[in-house]
C-alpha cells in the first residue's frame, strides 16, 4: 500500500525500508518452517529479489547498512575464541596450505569469472571469495562493484554446500548428524563493549579511508576482545537472525536490479565456479592431510569453502577431528574477513573484457 504524500519525505523512505525489511523477514521465517538450507539469508534474499522484480524497491539507506556491517563483524570476530586459536598451533604446516589454497581458488574461480563470464576482476574475485559474505557485501558496496550477480553467486555457492554436504556426510555416517554444541550467550555488558569498540574502530578505519571499515573494525574488536578473553560468547541468536534478514535484503534489492537474461545466465556460472573452487580446494586438501597427518576427509572437511560451524558440525557427525576442521575453517574465516577489504581494495574499477 502506497504511502500517503502528506507524510514528511524521511518518515515515507523509513516506512518503505521497513516494510522492505519486513518482508525480507517474512521470506526468512518461510524458509525457515520448510526447512531450506541458509533459510534466513536465502529466504529473505529471494522474497525481496522476487518483489523487486514485480515492482521497484527502495535500497536500504548507508545507516541500515553499516550497523548490519558492525554486527556482522561482532560476529564474526567471535569464532577467534582462545581455545580456537590454541587449537591452531597444531597444525602449522597445513594452515600454511590453507592459506595458499585460499589465494589460488579466488584467482582460479576469479580467473574462470573473468575469461568466460566476461567480468571484471573486482566482480570476479569478490564472487569467488570462499566465505566471509557479509565481508563481500560490504567491499563490493564500497568498491561500486555488481553486488546483484556478485550475491548470486555466492548464495548459490552457500546453499549447495549446506544441501549437499550434509546429505553426504550423513549417508557417510550411517545415521542422523549429531545436534551442535550449545554456544554460550554474552552478557549484556559484554555486548555493549563489542558493539561500541566495534562501532568505534569501524569509525576510525572509515575516517582514515580504509576500505570496508565497519566491517572490518568490528571484526577486529571483536577478535581481540574475544582472543583475549575480555568478552566470552556470541550474540544471542536473535540478533545473528536479524543480521542474514538485514543482509538478505540488501543482496535481494540488487539482485532484482539485473535483467532477466542476466540472472538466467547466473545459474550455469554459478554451477562453474563452484566445480572450479572445490576442484582447488580439495587438490589442496592433500598436501594437507599429509603435512598434518589426519585422514583426506578430515581435510575435505577443513578446505571446503563452507560455514565454520557447519563445516565442524559435519566433521563431528562423520567421526573426523573436529578440531582440525574447525581450526582451518576459523583461519580462513578471519583471514576472508580482515583481509578482504586489503587485498580487493587495491584492485581499480575497471570495464570487463570486451565491455
Known amino acids: 500500500m502506497p504511502v500517503p504524500s502528506y507524510v514528511p519525505y524521511h518518515l515515507r523512505t523509513l516506512s518503505r525500508e521497513a516494510a522492505v525489511i519486513a518482508c525480507a523477514a517474512v521470506g526468512g521465517t518461510l524458509f525457515t518452517l520448510l526447512g531450506v538450507p541458509a533459510a534466513w539469508l536465502s529466504g529473505s534474499m529471494l522474497v525481496v529479489s522476487v518483489l523487486g522484480i514485480t515492482r521497484p524497491l527502495p535500497d536500504l539507506r548507508r545507516p ?6 558492525v554486527m556482522s ?6 569464532a577467534a575464541t582462545p581455545e580456537a586459536l590454541a587449537a591452531t598451533a597444531r597444525y602449522p604446516g597445513s594452515l600454511l596450505v590453507l592459506v595458499v589454497g585460499l589465494l ?3 584467482l582460479a574461480t576469479g580467473a574462470y569469472l573473468r575469461f568466460v563470464a566476461r567480468w571484471s576482476w573486482i566482480d570476479s574475485l569478490l564472487a569467488a571469495a570462499p566465505g566471509a559474505l557479509s565481508a563481500v557485501i560490504s567491499v563490493a558496496q564500497d568498491k561500486g562493484a555488481n553486488i ?3 550475491a548470486a553467486i555466492q548464495l548459490f555457492r552457500i546453499l549447495v554446500l549446506v544441501a549437499v554436504l550434509p546429505s553426504i556426510m550423513k ?3 550411517g545415521g542422523p548428524l549429531a545436534l551442535p554444541p550449545p554456544v554460550a550467550v554474552a552478557s549484556v555488558g559484554d555486548l555493549a563493549l563489542l558493539l561500541g569498540c566495534g562501532l568505534v574502530t569501524g569509525l576510525v578505519f572509515e575516517r582514515i579511508g580504509i576500505t570496508a571499515p565497519f566491517i572490518l573494525g568490528a571484526t577486529l574488536a571483536s577478535a581481540v576482545l574475544h582472543g583475549t578473553g575480555l568478552v566470552q560468547g556470541t550474540m544471542p541468536p536473535e540478533i545473528a537472525i536479524a543480521v542474514m ?10 539482485v532484482s536490479n539485473l535483467k532477466g537474461g542476466e540472472i ?18 580439495f587438490a589442496f586438501a592433500w598436501p594437507a592431510a599429509w603435512l598434518a597427518g589426519v585422514p583426506y576427509a578430515s581435510a575435505m572437511a577443513a578446505f571446503a569453502p563452507g560455514g565454520l560451524e557447519a563445516m565442524a558440525l559435519l566433521a563431528f557427525a562423520m567421526g573426523l577431528d573436529p578440531l582440525y576442521v574447525g581450526a582451518h575453517h576459523l583461519v580462513r574465516f578471519m583471514l576472508l574477513g580482515l583481509l578482504m577489504p586489503v587485498l580487493v581494495g587495491w584492485v581499480k574499477p575497471e570495464k570487463p573484457p570486451g565491455g
Not at 563483524?73 to 567471535?78: P, V
Not at 534478514?245 to 540488487?254: D, P, S
Request: no cysteine; hydrophobic share 65%.
Open 64 to 69: 541500515w547498512f553499516d550497523s548490519t556491517m
Open 73 to 78: 563483524g561482532a560476529l564474526i570476530g567471535s
Open 104 to 106: 589460488a581458488i579466488m
Open 148 to 150: 546483484g550477480r556478485i
Open 171 to 173: 549417508l557417510s555416517s
Open 245 to 254: 534478514v538485514m543482509l538478505g535484503a540488501a543482496m535481494g534489492g540488487r
Open 264 to 281: 538466467a545466465a547466473l545459474f550455469p556460472l554459478a554451477i562453474g565456479g563452484f566445480v572450479v573452487s572445490m576442484a582447488v580446494a
